[in-house]
């Protein structure tokens, strides 16, 4: 596929007033959202994968940076599941609503069940779920007895970064509010298609999390794909293929 220049960054006053930036291509439906993972953005290999192909086709595709991440305005450490969410709800009805494809990567995986719930509760159709390395309710499964304790003093843990110099920061805000959208559970109140994508050796999101989230769907359309060599990222080029395939499928 050729090179596709991505469109402008527009900015969107979110919720809370704060400089949403976002990248959004017109085109058929359904809208193809993609949601980064912890600290990441909408200029990712993933992210702009999933748009150039959408533009490639036709696909109407939205990118986006979370408040305090990226190109967005605000503070990371007041970011949590429930602003960020309300974030990509706003930005998903300033470009026309749905129906909508939600790609999620690692904790946007995570904000992409909370998403489809808050959208159909609106009566917004969810057309599909796409899930790579999905990873709800990591703060139950993911944290040490001791990460858990420091949060829930009020202060900040920072944990060492296999993916850059700078020791990644987990805040005491997010934690708090997280724990009211933990979703394993019990059953999630979903039944559009659902595609789990994960890799075996993911060193971060156990591919056994990706099982759990199938068990607990209450929609039949669900399958799991699993890369034996697959990271955490699967940013490769093999992995990014497989992605878009899984995209192309369900938005079509």
């Not at 060492?160 to 059953?187: Q, W």
Request: glycine share 10%; hydrophobic share 40%; proline share 6%.
């Amino acid at each position: 596929m050729k090179d596709i220049d991505l469109p402008p960054v527009q900015r969107l006053t979110g919720p809370d007033a704060t400089q949403i930036a976002h990248r959004y291509a017109a085109g058929r439906g359904p809208l193809i959202v993609f949601l980064p993972g912890y600290m990441s953005d909408m200029a990712g290999g993933k992210a702009t994968a999933v748009m150039s192909d959408a533009m490639a086709r036709g696909r109407a595709c939205l990118l986006l940076d979370y408040s305090g991440c990226g190109l967005s305005d605000g503070d990371f450490a007041d970011g949590t599941l429930s602003r960020w969410r309300d974030e990509v709800l706003a930005l998903i009805e300033h470009v026309g609503g749905g129906p909508v494809v939600l790609a999620g990567s690692s904790m946007g995986g995570w904000l992409m069940l909370l998403i489809a719930k808050a959208l159909i509760a609106k009566g917004t159709p969810v057309h599909a779920l796409v899930g790579i390395a999905a990873a709800p309710d990591f703060i139950d499964w993911g944290y040490s007895k001791e990460q858990t304790a420091t949060l829930e003093r009020g202060e900040i843990w920072y944990e060492d970064n296999i993916y850059g110099p700078e020791p990644t920061p987990y805040h005491p805000a997010f934690h708090a509010d997280a724990k009211g959208h933990l979703l394993l559970s019990e059953p999630i109140e979903l039944t559009c298609p659902v595609r789990l994508l994960h890799g075996q050796n993911d060193p971060d999101v156990p591919w056994q999390t990706s099982l759990m989230v199938a068990e607990k769907l209450t929609g039949d359309d669900v399958h799991i794909h699993l890369v034996k060599d697959g990271d955490h990222r699967l940013s490769r080029e093999s992995d990014i293929a497989l992605l878009l395939s899984i995209v192309r499928e369900v938005a079509a």
